[in-house]
C-alpha cells in the first residue's frame, strides 16, 4: 500500500524526464532538421561525429573544463571550509559571503565578468593598461578563452562546494578533533587523519557530482563566448545546440547529448558500487 504513494512521483518523472530522454536516443538515430519528416540513418549521426574535428575539440575542451572544477574548486572548498571550522567566529558571515555568487543570476554574473572586468575599455583590465600594464582579454584569445570562461564559473561555483563541505565537516564527531588538538595536531595533519576522512562521502558524491555537471556546462560558455574564438571553447554543450538550432541537424545534436549522458551514466554507476561497497563494509 505504501508503494502507492511513489506512484505520482514516478509520473512526474516519466513525463517531464523519461519521455524526452527516449525521444533524444530515437533522434540519434534520425536525420531531422526539425520541420520535416525524420528519416532513419541508423549510425551515420556518430559516425559523422566521430569524424567531425570539432567535435573531438569539444571533448577535449570537456575534459579540460571537467579537470579544472575537479581541482581547484574542490580545494578552495576544502580549505576555506576547514579554516571556518577551526575559526569559528564569522563562520555564519563567511557562509554568506562565499555563497552569494551561486544565487546571482549566471546572465548578470557573465555580463558583469565580461564588462567590469574582462574589458580592455571599462573593466579592470582597461585600468590596467591604461597604467602600463597590459593583459589580453582571455575571452578574445583562442588559447585563453576556455579558462577565462572556466575562472568566471569557478567564481560563481566555488563557494557552493564550500558550505557542502562545511556542513559536512561539522557533522565530524567533535571529539575527534578535540583530540587532535590536545595532541598537538598540525593544521595538515587534522585534515588529513580526522576531517578528510569523516567527509569522504561527501566529498565522493560532489565529485561525481562535478564530473556529470562539468559536461553539462552551457550557460557560461554561450553567454561569454558561443564557443569562440574559432569554436576554441566550444563545449560538447554548446556543440549540440549549434547542431540543433544553427544547422537544423537535430539528430546529431541527439547523438552528441547521447556522448554527454554516457559519461553522466559512467559517473552514476561507479558512485553507486562505491557506496554498495560502503555499505557492505
Given at each position: 500500500m505504501h508503494r502507492l504513494y511513489?506512484?505520482?512521483?514516478?509520473?512526474i518523472n516519466g513525463i517531464i524526464v523519461l519521455v524526452p530522454a527516449l525521444l533524444t536516443v530515437v533522434l540519434a538515430f534520425y536525420s531531422w532538421d526539425g520541420l520535416s519528416t525524420p528519416t532513419y540513418v541508423g549510425l551515420e549521426?556518430?559516425?559523422?561525429?566521430?569524424?567531425?574535428?570539432?567535435?573531438w575539440s569539444a571533448l577535449v575542451n570537456n575534459i579540460i573544463w571537467t579537470l579544472?572544477?575537479?581541482?581547484v574548486p574542490i580545494f578552495m572548498g576544502l580549505l576555506a571550509a576547514s579554516m571556518m571550522l577551526i575559526a569559528r567566529r564569522g563562520s555564519n558571515f563567511f557562509q554568506v559571503v562565499y555563497f552569494l555568487p551561486v544565487v546571482i543570476a549566471t546572465v548578470i554574473t557573465a555580463r558583469i565578468w565580461q564588462g567590469m572586468i574582462y574589458s580592455p575599455v571599462t573593466g579592470v583590465f582597461g585600468i590596467l593598461k591604461k597604467y602600463g600594464m597590459p593583459i589580453p582579454n582571455p575571452l578574445t584569445q583562442p588559447h585563453l578563452s576556455l579558462f577565462g570562461v572556466a575562472t568566471v564559473d569557478l567564481w560563481h561555483w566555488w563557494g557552493f562546494l564550500c558550505v557542502i563541505f562545511f556542513a559536512a565537516l561539522r557533522q565530524v564527531p567533535q571529539e575527534q578533533i578535540e583530540a587532535a588538538r590536545i595532541e598537538g595536531a598540525t593544521y595538515f595533519q587534522m585534515m588529513r587523519y580526522v576531517l578528510l576522512p569523516g567527509i569522504k562521502p561527501t566529498i565522493?558524491?560532489?565529485?561525481?557530482m562535478t564530473v556529470i555537471w562539468s559536461f553539462l556546462a552551457f550557460d557560461f560558455v554561450y553567454i561569454m563566448t558561443?564557443?569562440?574564438?574559432?569554436?576554441?571553447?566550444?563545449?560538447?554543450?554548446?556543440?549540440?545546440?549549434?547542431?540543433?538550432?544553427?544547422?537544423?541537424?537535430?539528430?546529431?545534436?541527439?547523438?552528441?547529448?547521447?556522448?554527454?549522458?554516457?559519461?553522466?551514466?559512467?559517473?552514476?554507476?561507479?558512485?553507486?558500487?562505491?557506496?554498495t561497497r560502503e555499505g557492505d563494509e
Open positions: 511513489i506512484v505520482p512521483t514516478l509520473l549521426n556518430f559516425r559523422t561525429l566521430a569524424g567531425d574535428r570539432v567535435f579544472i572544477f575537479l581541482t565522493m558524491l560532489m565529485m561525481i558561443q564557443g569562440g574564438p574559432a569554436l576554441s571553447s566550444e563545449l560538447l554543450s554548446t556543440l549540440a545546440y549549434r547542431k540543433a538550432f544553427y544547422d537544423l541537424n537535430v539528430g546529431q545534436a541527439a547523438a552528441a547529448a547521447l556522448v554527454i549522458s554516457v559519461f553522466g551514466l559512467v559517473c552514476t554507476f561507479f558512485y553507486i558500487r562505491i557506496q
